[in-house]
Structures are given as structure tokens and as C-alpha cells.
């Protein structure tokens, strides 16, 4: 089955927590069972040739096809203005499939604890 990632650009700022909350639905809207599943997630430079941070992913509530996305300070402080994301979805007899696409735009923040 080949799948259409979605679009959704996101905001970060730089040097702070970021969290995406997200839930996955099938062709007709209920919540993708992801039971079995695993979900990966990264930023890279559009070449993909540098790696910029790896999302932690939670599974807010897998029978719903919730899950939750996050990078932390360290991680947010090392990206450029532009990057690219995507949430890549393996099921449970191993076949990947790319859900969700995006730039990762980045906004500078100027106070500092």
C-alpha cells in the first residue's frame, strides 16, 4: 500500500523544548491502529545530508493513532533557519511508509536563562 504523506510545516524556537502532537487517521477518519507499530522521526538539511536531531517519539494512545513528538534545547539550538522533518510509520509485518512531511522553520530566541 503506498501512502501520500500529509504536509504540515511547524514553527521551532531555537534553543527551546518543542512538542507536536499528532494522530493518524485511515481513509475513512478513525484513529489508525498503530498496536505493533513503531514511528520514526527526523530533521535533516534538504539534501539529507546532515542529520539534524531525531524526534523522541511517545505513543500517546496507539490504538487512537496518537503520538507525540519532541526535541529538546540541545537539539533545537544546532538547526539552521530551514530544515526538513518527516514521520515514517513501520507496521507490524515491517512495511515503512512515510505519513507526514514538512519544513521545519526556525525562529531565533534571544533571552536565555
Do not use: C
Not at 501512502?3 to 489508525?32: C, M, T, W
Not at 513528538?69 to 512515510?98: C, I, K, R
Amino acid at each position: 500500500m503506498s501512502i501520500q504523506p500529509g504536509q504540515h510545516n511547524i514553527v521551532v524556537q531555537r534553543r527551546a523544548d518543542y512538542s507536536l502532537q499528532l494522530e493518524f487517521k485511515d481513509s475513512a477518519g478513525a484513529g489508525l491502529n498503530l498496536t505493533g507499530w513503531t514511528a520514526y522521526a527526523q530533521v535533516w538539511n534538504q539534501a539529507r545530508t546532515i542529520e539534524y536531531a531525531e524526534f523522541a517519539v511517545t505513543y500517546t494512545d496507539r490504538a487512537a493513532g496518537q503520538i507525540s513528538l519532541a526535541l529538546n534545547p540541545t537539539q533545537t539550538a544546532g538547526f539552521p533557519n530551514e530544515a526538513f522533518y518527516d514521520v515514517l510509520l513501520e507496521d507490524s509485518s515491517g512495511l515503512l511508509n512515510y505519513y507526514l512531511e514538512g519544513i521545519v522553520y526556525v525562529s531565533e530566541g534571544y533571552t536565555a536563562p
